[in-house]
């Protein structure tokens, strides 16, 4: 009985996990910070599961839905922790789609790592960028970063990061920030 209960609340689990996805319009390519009305459902969703982890009492796919929670938080660094935990939980370190998957978070606690923003700052800048974007330059982003008190080195950092992602201007960085 305590199987059959466990296998329900996990395909509860799933269930809930593709409506915060939805509700967090987020794309599976793509991760911005989600829409502001999930993130409390999110945090409130990973209490639950972690929950079940100290309490030993999970089965290893628990491990893989906190992964994609702390992914939609863009908490890539913790994402990945939780996915190397279920790779190794399954056996799955050979499995190329989680492979692929590890690769793509560690690139997501680098990106933070590199461009020195936080999830947050990169929220703000969004928004002011919806307001004061130039077509043809990233002057109204190397404004917004001077006015918040980034060095011109830090500054510098940031738009060569920007380069190599091939972001050179307000209106590209925009669509990559900010939800459609």
């Known amino acids: 009985m305590k199987d059959r209960s466990m296998v329900d609340d996990f395909k509860n689990l799933q269930i809930q996990m593709r409506s915060l996805i939805f509700q967090?319009?987020?794309?599976?390519?793509?991760?911005?910070y989600p829409n502001k009305k999930a993130i409390p459902l999110i945090k409130e969703f990973i209490v639950?599961?972690?929950?079940l982890i100290d309490?030993?009492?999970?089965?290893?796919e628990v491990l893989l839905l906190m992964s994609q929670a702390k992914e939609m938080l863009l908490e890539y660094k913790s994402a990945l922790h939780y996915m190397l935990l279920y790779m190794d939980?399954?056996?799955?370190n050979n499995d190329k789609k989680c492979k692929k998957k590890a690769w793509?978070?560690?690139e997501g606690v680098d990106f933070w790592n590199s461009i020195i923003l936080t999830p947050w700052e990169f929220e703000s800048?969004?928004?002011?960028?919806?307001?004061?974007?130039?077509?043809t330059s990233l002057d109204a982003t190397v404004d917004w970063l001077s006015s918040n008190g980034f060095t011109d080195d830090v500054v510098n950092k940031i738009t060569e990061y920007l380069?190599?992602?091939?972001?050179?201007?307000?209106?590209?960085?925009?669509?990559?920030?900010?939800?459609?």
């Open 55 to 60: 309490n030993g009492q999970y089965n290893p």
């Open 104 to 106: 793509q978070l560690q």
């Open 48 to 51: 639950r599961l972690q929950a």
């Open 125 to 135: 800048l969004g928004h002011y960028l919806e307001k004061n974007y130039d077509s």
């Open 163 to 180: 380069h190599s992602k091939e972001i050179y201007t307000d209106l590209s960085l925009l669509e990559v920030l900010v939800d459609s």
């Open 24 to 32: 967090s319009k987020q794309g599976s390519y793509n991760r911005r």
């Open 89 to 92: 939980a399954t056996h799955n």
